[in-house]
């Protein structure tokens, strides 16, 4: 879709490839998933919110890890909330979705100071200036001692970054087909799909990934503390801040 100034926005196509094909193109997947838990303390009873859940492994994995803990599932697709209500079924008493756009702000407040909020691959659809306010806004609205963590692509600076995540997605992509198929009909959907930012980052203007660097920084700003890297590969990153 587009909005009024003719930007195109994610659509409920671009939904349907990332349910029928996430498994495949998203880089050590599992690993990213454990990582994120791993950094939110543990807090009885607290609320964790998840911006766009996809098909809802984190919501699940969030809920299975923090077992007396709710999880607010907010997107802005239907097919995804679905999705992840089915995924999440076994726990459906302590979740709780929702629809929003990410770069609206309506929704950053919330009647309960949430414990966490973590994203995974949503915040690069928004350009440097809507991070920045959400990164701020995020931190307002979590309680002392909470926690953001954002799992999602982002920006080498240099060319000879941009090649090295570009080789290395293209091996996750193709190594996880094997795995999982056998063969190499999901890597070739992953191509013909153009799904790898990094091999034409100017082809798609949904896809605004900012610098690791900027984004860090732009955290400190927010006034969060502890901001840190935990994990790194293939144009991915898992980055995160504790609210003091």
Request: proline share 6%; glycine share 8%; hydrophobic share 40%.
């Amino acid at each position: 879709m587009t909005d009024m100034h003719g930007t195109k926005h994610w659509d409920e196509n671009n939904s349907r490839s990332f349910l029928d094909y996430g498994r495949y193109f998203v880089p050590e997947r599992e690993r990213q998933i454990d990582i994120i838990a791993d950094l939110i303390p543990a807090a009885p009873g607290a609320l964790l919110v998840e911006l766009c859940p996809g098909e809802g492994l984190l919501s699940r994995a969030l809920l299975e890890r923090f077992g007396d803990c709710r999880v607010l599932a907010l997107d802005g697709s239907e097919p995804m909330l679905m999705q992840t209500q089915r995924t999440c079924r076994d726990h459906a008493g302590r979740l709780t979705t929702g629809i929003f756009e990410l770069a609206d702000r309506d929704w950053r407040s919330f009647s309960e100071p949430p414990h966490a909020i973590v994203s995974s691959l949503a915040i690069h659809h928004l350009d440097g200036r809507q991070k920045q306010t959400l990164f701020a806004d995020v931190e307002e609205a979590l309680r002392p001692g909470g926690v953001f963590v954002v799992a999602d692509i982002v920006h080498p600076p240099r060319a000879a970054g941009l090649a090295i995540a570009a080789r290395q997605w293209d091996e996750a992509v193709r190594s996880r087909a094997l795995a999982i198929d056998g063969d190499l009909a999901a890597f070739a959907e992953f191509n013909r799909l153009g799904w790898n930012y990094f091999r034409n980052p100017d082809g798609e203007p949904i896809d605004k990934p900012s610098p690791l660097a900027d984004q860090l920084g732009w955290l400190s700003e927010a006034g969060f503390t502890g901001v840190d890297c935990a994990w790194l590969f293939a144009g991915h990153a898992i980055f995160s801040g504790l609210k003091p």
